[in-house]
């Protein structure tokens, strides 16, 4: 039998997208298993009421995306989904910099443009965004969080003078804190500097 | 993994409900400063604190503005003072001031604390002479801060100074009349001082200590109170019932996330300056500003007047669930870690002052299950001596039987009367002067002097 190291293997990207509802993800994962398939990564969330879904997948066998996203759209309660697919050798992938994580967070009053404003000031500068949450909470405020990477050699201050400003012309407080301080506030064990 | 409602509970925390870093306290041993030429001796103090201290005001505002978090005032504590001034007269007191003085200003802190003599069993000469400058020395320097040990619980109450002090205090304050006695808020009376204390006006570096080191003082009585209004609302919208035991809990929670951030700052401000971090310091330490008050968490917790009976039980309970929440938070905990109740800084408490519903007596009363004493007392300015000195002893007796440190800093306001309202400005704050009971009867007790004997370490009911 040949060690893990030996076999071959191929690594898919999955995106699932449908109207919320129990039983997506044990559909998914029975088609995956039965594929002869694992899960190396997942996300999950329900945004306004849809379901939203990505993973990282590895297969031994090799299936085209199209067969592999087709397959899985026949297991009970993933046939309303789309499911798109592709393979992790067609993505480039960038070298992680060293950096350090910190979390923005803007709040204000919904209107269009503000994420793009924010992402383009931050994408201009090289600031890459690793997560990102936003959501129009009932009373019309408009909340978004970001945590994004900066490299160790620029001035956080400055990015945030940036922001601040980007921000005030759309009516939004912007905060730009390092991760740490929210690590240290809600988890039992103290970060390391 | 960060969850969303962790990040928006820690940003309210941080910009909605006045937290912040209230003091980063570099304490720096000066003791080989020593030497019997005045001159050398001030240019020592003065090179050693710039070599030290004079990046810190950079890094803590570099340090803060990455974690979000103002670091509201930066200060260095020095090594008992009085230990450089033995064999030098009281010229040399103020000479020594002068540079600490102009040492705080080039290096941007807001205060010097450790104009300081431990004198709880007896004064030594330098002390003698450090007590006896402490009226020009708080006058005529803005940055300078004093404090002075007058007993403990191993030696008990040295009578004798406190005597002295009694007459040294006005004249603090006559000495400063234009600021209606404001040097003397800038000298602190303590029994069992801490030796980590990051917090002025009573910040010096004890024995015992590393030769320099980073000591931390949050404070965030606005998060507590907003955490105590955000869970009484919650229950009351539910129909739930909540004791103090839950109070309690939720105050432990606001303690542990308010020491967690002075823990990251003071850490990573120590390591950026290449210095071993001391401790944090948990107290709650109340400011003018509305919302950042111990009086108003006294009145969340359900007392429509401040000084009404339940004040002492509450601050008693704020104080333990405070101390219980930043103990499991940091392994560094030190320095007066409890609630403050200065007077004038708390506009809330001064506002209770005003209408009577506290009196001097009731704040000795909560001072005894608080931090730190009779803090920010506004007194009038034809305040007996020996009375002032008896109130002190009281204070001391509180500190010395009950194995905890306390404090007076009393200002006698010249030609101020009880009621008068009298303004300090910025944190100092303001306050009405309080009455001072049965003045002018305390005379032949303090002049009995010598030293009320340390207490029994046992039988303690």
């Known amino acids: 039998m040949a060690s893990p190291s030996e076999t071959p293997s191929f690594g898919y990207v999955l995106s699932v997208i449908a109207g919320d509802k129990p039983g997506i993800v044990a559909g998914l994962s029975e088609g995956i298993l039965r594929l002869g398939g694992n899960i190396e990564s997942c996300s999950q969330a329900v945004l306004s009421g849809f379901f939203t879904l990505m993973m990282t997948l590895r297969f031994e066998t090799d299936f085209e995306p199209d067969v592999l996203a087709a397959e899985l759209l026949k297991e009970r309660g993933v046939e309303e989904c789309r499911i798109f697919c592709s393979r992790t050798s067609a993505l480039p992938v960038r070298p992680v910099p060293e950096s350090s994580v910190f979390i923005l967070t803007a709040f204000g009053e919904d209107r269009p443009g503000v994420v793009r404003v924010l992402a383009r000031a931050l994408a201009d500068k090289g600031v890459n965004i690793t997560e990102l949450y936003a959501e129009k909470e009932g009373d019309g405020r408009f909340v978004l969080i970001g945590q994004v990477e900066v490299d160790p050699k620029d001035d956080p201050r400055t990015l945030l003078l940036d922001l601040e400003e980007i921000g005030a012309e759309y009516g939004y407080t912007v905060k730009l804190q390092h991760k740490n301080i929210f690590v240290a506030t809600n988890q039992l064990r103290r970060p390391s500097l | ?83 450089l001034l033995a064999g030098h007269g009281p010229a ?18 807001d205060f010097v604390g450790g104009f300081s003599a431990l004198v709880q069993k007896g004064i030594s000469e330098g002390d003698r002479v450090l007590l006896d400058a402490l009226p020009e020395v708080l006058s005529q320097t803005d940055r300078v801060c004093a404090s002075v040990n007058a007993a403990s619980r191993k030696a008990g109450i040295n009578m004798d100074a406190l005597a002295r002090l009694g007459e040294i ?26 030796e980590d204390n990051p917090f002025m006006a009573g910040a010096y570096m004890g024995a015992g200590e590393p030769e320099v080191t980073v000591n931390i003082g949050v404070s965030g009585p606005g998060v507590v109170d907003s955490a105590l209004k955000r869970r009484i609302a919650s229950a009351r919208e539910a129909g739930q019932k909540l004791t103090l035991t839950d109070l309690a809990e939720e105050i432990k929670l606001s303690s542990f996330r308010v020491t967690r951030v002075g823990e990251l700052i003071g850490r990573e401000v120590a390591d950026i300056l290449g210095i071993p971090f001391g401790i944090v310091d948990l107290s709650l330490a109340p400011t003018p500003t509305i919302g950042d008050s111990i009086g108003e968490i006294l009145k969340t917790l359900g007392l429509a007047r401040i000084g009404a009976p339940g004040s002492t039980a509450a601050i008693a309970m704020l104080n333990d669930a405070v101390k219980k929440g930043g103990l499991f938070a940091s392994s560094s905990v030190g320095g007066l870690s409890g609630a403050f109740i200065p007077v004038s800084e708390d506009a809330a408490l001064a506002d209770a002052v005003a209408q009577k519903h506290l009196v001097l007596e009731k704040l000795e009363a909560m001072t ?9 007392i506004l007194i009038p300015g034809d305040t007996p001596p020996a ?60 002049r009995f002097g010598g030293r009320i004997p340390a207490p029994l370490q046992s039988l303690g009911n």
Do not use: W
């Open chain 2, 368 to 376: 005894s299950v608080c931090s730190v004493g009779l803090d920010m």
């Open chain 2, 1 to 83: 993994m960060l969850r969303t409602e962790e990040i928006l509970s820690t940003i309210r925390m941080l910009h909605a409900e006045h937290l912040d870093v209230r003091a980063v306290t570099l304490a720096l041993n000066l003791n080989d400063c020593a030497g019997s030429n005045p001159d050398q001796l001030v240019k020592k103090v003065h090179n050693k604190i710039l070599r030290y201290a004079g990046r810190l005001v950079e890094i803590c505002d570099m340090v803060g503005a990455k974690y979000g978090i103002p670091v509201t005032n930066k200060r260095i504590a020095i090594s008992p003072a009085s230990n």
């Open chain 2, 387 to 446: 009375t002032i000195s008896a109130v002190m002893a009281d204070e001391m007796a509180i500190g010395v039987i009950n194995n905890k440190t306390t404090a007076t800093r009393l200002v006698p306001v010249p030609g101020a009367k009880a009621g008068d309202l009298v303004h300090f400005g910025g944190l100092f704050g303001h306050s009405p002067v309080l009455e001072v009971r049965n003045v002018g009867v305390s005379e032949e007790f303090v």
């Open chain 2, 92 to 109: 040399c007191a103020v000479e020594l001031a002068g540079a600490l003085d102009r040492a705080a200003k080039d290096c941007r802190v």
């Open chain 2, 169 to 194: 205090i006005p004249a603090v304050a006559e000495a400063d009349r234009a600021r209606h006695g404001f040097a003397a808020a800038k000298l602190v009376v303590f029994a069992n001082i801490p």
